[in-house]
């Protein structure tokens, strides 16, 4: 059976620079940030805190379904019809437009949806993972959205989901789902080596868990602040040398201050074809990190 491949040519990449939706994506990121914690509360722990992200659908994104006492509930966002929608295994449903609207009020309202549905979930309502958060309840600042921003995020997310699940598929070791993470916004598949990683000192619970193993991370950000969006390529820990050896394609580059190679999503987007531009990037950073780090790439990878 030969390696996974991208055997189809979908349609164009659209355009994302970041100063078109910067409001947008700010708001969308702590709406995301909401639904994902609720997950984090109605969900037991998996390794690597596998159990918080959320995944991509037709349609946007969903936490999949939850236990909630003798039922289970999950929470979509809809990128195309642009609605927030709250379904139950007893046919029990909710929806919420997405429009302009405060994070304060979004939080409110989702979780007035849920007592409706007879669901009651308490979270941490502080963001995490930004500078100077504000509490959800609180925020009447972020209340920006851009319906048509939103879908062409989307459908970004979308095109890079199907290279990295293709790139998964040619791994035969420990490997994560491709999953969306809200705490950082992006989008990330991540291989193992299978061997423990050194205990990190000072590091807090939530990092010790994420990178207990060694691990090479790929994934998407679309981007914030002077960092427009890019794919991105990560070891844990990082192999001496990594910083110095060269990776395709050429726009690609190692960002010292990140520790990462980051490949610029317009060189993508720009390329005669962005999903082969995307799959040299994956395959040669993991080629890279997997070299130095002395991972056992015969008993790791699919060779037929």
Request: aromatic share 12%; proline share 8%; glycine share 4%.
């Amino acid at each position: 059976m030969p390696l996974p491949s991208i055997t189809s040519s979908p349609p164009a990449w659209p355009p994302l620079p970041l100063a078109d939706w910067q409001p947008t994506l700010t708001t969308l990121h702590l709406w995301t940030q909401i639904v994902g914690k609720i997950r984090l509360a109605c969900t037991p722990l998996v390794n690597h805190w596998w159990n918080v992200p959320l995944y991509l659908t037709a349609r946007g994104l969903t936490t999949s379904a939850m236990p909630y006492e003798d039922r289970s509930f999950q929470i979509d966002f809809d990128f195309i019809d642009h609605q927030l929608l709250l379904q139950c295994s007893d046919g029990a449903r909710r929806t919420l437009k997405l429009e302009p609207r405060s994070v304060a009020r979004f939080y409110h309202e989702v979780l007035r949806l849920l007592a409706e549905l007879g669901i009651r979930v308490k979270i941490w309502k502080v963001p995490v993972e930004l500078e100077e958060p504000i509490p959800f309840d609180e925020d009447e600042q972020h209340a920006s959205y851009d319906a048509a921003a939103a879908h062409r995020c989307w459908l970004v997310l979308s095109r890079a989901g199907r290279v990295l699940e293709v790139f998964r598929g040619r791994f035969a070791g420990k490997c994560s789902p491709v999953h969306f993470f809200w705490g950082s916004f992006d989008l990330a598949v991540t291989r193992f080596s299978g061997r423990r990683a050194p205990a990190r000192e000072g590091a807090d619970r939530i990092t010790r868990e994420a990178y207990s193993h060694e691990v090479i991370s790929h994934g998407f950000w679309p981007g914030t602040g002077n960092q427009e969006a890019a794919f991105y390529a990560y070891a844990a820990p990082v192999p001496a040398g990594l910083a110095e050896l060269h990776v395709h394609p050429k726009e690609a580059f190692y960002s010292e201050a990140l520790g990462e190679f980051l490949l610029p999503y317009e060189a993508v987007r720009t390329a005669a074809h962005p999903e082969q531009q995307l799959l040299s990037f994956l395959q040669s950073t993991y080629e890279a990190a997997a070299m130095l780090a002395r991972w056992d790439r015969t008993a790791l990878e699919r060779l037929d």
